[in-house]
């Protein structure tokens, strides 16, 4: 059985290290829509000292979006979301873990697809694949001459299964690793799996769908300096030091701004708990993405917002500030 693999960068702190500075509060959207100290990292660090268990604090921990924002914030350098995820599988919640082992155990039974000619693919992901209008045109953008192709196992169920902290069962992993093994290059679109597609797949180049798209001369030249580009958190945050590099680089050739804060922290938009990705619970309520979208554009003057995440779309339209576009529909610009 596998769970995370296993991360080769320097050991981080833990909870015990946190000095209740409160810098994560900046930037954690759970805390701008709930104002609820305990569901934050400072809360859980602080729970955790005094003495609390899993069990004691299963909301907060189920309610992170794991975007990892508040990991450059804190200047204790403690691993937040590793810690959450250690959290969930203490947490250990039987229907969670029996409905995602099922999820898991009917993927690895299915057929192995022929092997696409290519040297690329594309990992969509669960909810861009119900955008098939939308993943048809980053298919056809990320193909170049041809199409891009995309996997038919997306590893959804596994992105999943990382989110919950459930581990994974061998020859599940092994389904899904063995058809990307020996490709050049894959896009993936959930920023969790990638993480782990990095260090299960060393030899392969594995970038995010943001990244990938916004390279892309198409989506650059349709960008405008009154536009809003908003980088999806999860993706960005697994590789900032070198993605602050990629960004810092589209903003001065196209003029748009981003959703970076002053330490160039990506600042999420939308935002899913735990039992709101498994759908046992609405965006509804304490977490409106509303909330979270109108401090993302508060003050700014801005004509039209730009996501990388899809999910992003509804959290911005909420608010009805200006037009929203998914990046693969910024090539034939039919917003301006
Ligand atoms: S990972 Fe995101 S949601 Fe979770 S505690 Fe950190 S900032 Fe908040
Ligand atoms: S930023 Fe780090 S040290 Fe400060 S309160 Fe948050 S977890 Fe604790």
Known sequence: MFGLAKNTSPPRRDYASCSG??????????WRRSRDIGLTPLGRAKALQHGAVAADIAASIQSCTLC????PACPEDIGLVAMTLDLRRELNQPATVQSLRARMEEQAARPLAPRPASSAVLLPGQVLRERP??????????????TMP?????????????EAGVEIPAQRLERFLQPLRGLKNIAVADGLLLRQLR???PRSKIVSLGEALSCL???????????????????????YQRLVRHYDTLCSATGCIVNLDLQRIAIPAAARSLPQRLGLEAAVGTMDDSVQAR?????????????????????????NYCPVVHLADLADDRTS
């Open 295 to 319: 401090w993302i554009l508060q003050g700014r003057k801005i004509t039209r917002i730009v996501v990388e995440n899809i999910e992003d779309v509804a959290a911005f339209e909420q608010v």
């Open 150 to 162: 995309i996997a038919d196992d997306d590893g959804s169920d596994i992105a999943l299964a990382l």
């Open 133 to 146: 209008a939308t993943l048809a045109r980053v298919a056809a953008l990320l193909g170049g001459a041809g």
């Open 199 to 201: 260090q299960w797949l």
């Open 68 to 71: 990892a924002a508040c990991e």
């Open 21 to 30: 500075c409160g810098l994560c509060l900046l930037v954690c959207p759970v």
């Open 217 to 239: 001369p198409a989506v650059r030249r349709a960008l405008r300096a009154d536009d809003l580009y908003v980088i999806e958190p999860r993706a960005y945050h697994a590789d």
